[in-house]
């Protein structure tokens, strides 16, 4: 029974992950050929607390959330929740995560994770919430850039507080200058806590990859500043475009109000920018360009963003 049920389980998920696999291909080699310069700002941890140990024996075996527990299996994690902007690579790499999880049970075959003489299992949360948001501005928001630089230099990214700061800061930033949105998307999905992050690492690498060069970085405690951000010419103020996306893990359970139009966006900025220090586990802030004599058209824009919506 056990084997005819791990087969039509590997069978089910091969037949869901290889035309999103495909199709995530597909999106991820859609770039520009001439990316724009861009900075990067963040950090986090997903470290669990320690386990407790006893003499009768401790931790042993398995992860965290999800797993076998009492003889029935249970799927909390099955269906992600795909955001606003139809899903497209944020989506296959979540429902992906939540794929591995679910054959890394299977595999283990039963068995619940113990905790010798009682001890009560580690705080840890059972899932992690992926929440990503981008918002393509008229290049004319020189001053947003200013702000970004500025909280390059000044943010501590080593700390919770330092980045639950940051987050709000940036989220300030953008909640200043609504008359300069263009495009924006929102989106959301839950995966468990062991691949929680790997999947972000992924959402993050999927974004960085989308700039020709980070001239600014502040990560963890470490700051760089290389190259030169010198204006050689005004911006076209109808068709050059500033792109900010925000990238965070969270346990927190509120959801995201979308960003079809320009009173959803500024109602998930709140959300976001209100996310509490104990809550934030990860942050990323990305942002293109960097350099005020790079461009980014609106081709390239929609190229390397294509799930971003015009308000």
Do not use: C
């Amino acid at each position: 029974m056990i084997a005819r049920k791990l087969t039509w389980t590997r069978r089910l998920l091969a037949t869901v992950l290889v035309p999103l696999v495909v199709f995530g291909f597909g999106l991820i080699s859609a770039q520009p050929a001439d990316a724009a310069r861009g900075g990067r700002m963040g950090g986090g941890s997903f470290r669990a607390p320690s386990m407790p140990r006893s003499g009768g024996g401790g931790y042993r075996g398995g992860g965290y959330g999800g797993g076998m527990r009492g003889g029935g299996f249970g799927f909390p994690f099955i269906i992600p929740i795909f955001g606003f902007g139809g899903g497209g690579l944020f989506g296959l790499l979540i429902l992906m995560a939540v794929a591995g999880v679910l054959v890394n049970a299977f595999r283990g075959g039963g068995g619940a994770p113990a905790i010798g003489g009682g001890s009560p299992m580690p705080a840890v949360p059972s899932k992690v919430n992926m929440l990503q948001v981008q918002v393509g501005m008229l290049a004319s928001a020189k001053s947003l850039q200013e702000d970004l630089r500025r909280l390059a230099a000044s943010s501590d990214t080593s700390s919770s507080s330092g980045l639950q700061r940051l987050l709000q800061e940036s989220t300030l930033a953008l909640l200043r200058q609504p008359e300069l949105w263009v495009y924006a998307n929102a989106e959301s999905g839950s995966v468990p806590f062991s691949s929680a992050e790997s999947t972000f690492n992924r959402l993050s690498m999927n974004e960085r990859s989308k700039l020709d060069a980070e001239l600014t970085s502040n990560v963890a405690g470490q700051k760089f500043t290389g190259g030169t951000t010198e204006n050689v010419g005004d911006a076209d103020a109808t068709n050059e475009f500033i792109v900010v996306t925000l990238l965070v893990a969270s346990t927190a359970t509120a959801s995201l109000k979308g960003a079809s139009t320009g009173e959803e966006l500024r109602q998930t900025l709140r959300i976001l920018g209100s996310t509490a220090s104990s809550e934030l586990m990860a942050l990323e802030v990305i942002w293109q360009p960097e350099g005020r004599g790079d461009v980014l058209s609106a081709e390239e824009l929609l190229t390397a963003y294509p799930n971003l919506q015009h308000l």
